[in-house]
């Protein structure tokens, strides 16, 4: 009963750092996306994938590259870490019943601080 | 360009009274679907309830309702006789374009609700 998994749960980088984060889920689901969550700007998509080998830009996707090579894994990747990436990362999935929307299913987040 | 708003940043009650939770949205789509999260102080996104478009009727779930209406763009939810449990912040959510093919979401700022025992 794991449903989304991130790892790390916290992390601190220096600025310039590099760092993947791993999002794993077992529900055999076809979409994946990373949102950042900032205090009083609620949730913003990064990026997101609509299965294995495709990602997309979301809305705030500078500064991340991230990968699907494997339909259960979406990786975060920050080649150059800088402050204004501290944030809280949350990773989630979603299938698609026909052309019928959804919820998405979130992990549990990954507080990431940036100094 | 489509954008939710919730207005109320904070609210406080008083345990067993009753709060309603504005959200209003913005969009062009004719097909979209609006959702409703709870985020408790434990940090994780707990879904609470999707409606499409096409589905004004209100809904009820134990001490949760939502009314729905196309008329005005809102998607209010309301908590009937409030716990302390019921504090977390809530985050309205809208399906973005695509006609709801997928669950890139557009978020509200969120409410802050702090039942007080």
């Known amino acids: 009963n794991a449903g989304v998994t991130q790892t790390p749960k916290f992390r601190v980088l220096k600025t310039g750092q590099s760092m993947t984060l791993l999002c794993a889920q077992d529900?055999?689901?076809?979409?994946m996306y990373w949102y950042r969550q900032d205090p009083g700007m609620g949730l913003r998509l990064i990026h997101y994938s609509v299965g294995e080998g495709t990602t997309a830009k979301g809305e705030v996707p500078d500064g991340y590259n991230v990968s699907r090579l494997k339909k259960q894994n979406f990786l975060l990747g920050l080649e150059s870490a800088a402050p204004s990436q501290t944030s809280v990362y949350f990773c989630a999935s979603s299938y698609l019943t026909g052309r019928f929307d959804t919820e998405a299913f979130f992990g549990q987040g990954t507080r990431l601080t940036v100094v | 360009a489509q954008k939710v708003t919730q207005a109320q940043t904070e609210i406080s009650v008083v345990e067993k009274e009753d709060v309603t939770l504005d959200c209003v949205y913005e969009?062009?789509?004719?097909?979209?679907?609006l959702f409703w999260y709870k985020q408790p102080p434990s940090g994780e996104l707990v879904f609470l309830i999707r409606?499409?478009?096409?589905?004004?009727q209100n809904e009820i779930s134990g001490r949760y309702s939502w009314n729905f209406q196309k008329s005005t763009s809102s998607f209010n939810f309301t908590i009937t006789a409030s716990q302390v449990v019921d504090s977390a912040v809530y985050f309205c959510a809208l399906s973005e374009g695509d006609g709801g093919a997928t669950n890139k979401l557009i978020f509200g700022t969120g409410t802050l609700l702090a039942v007080q025992p």
């Open positions: 969009t062009r789509d004719t097909t979209y679907y």
């Open positions: 529900m055999n689901h076809e979409y």
């Open positions: 409606r499409n478009s096409f589905d004004e």
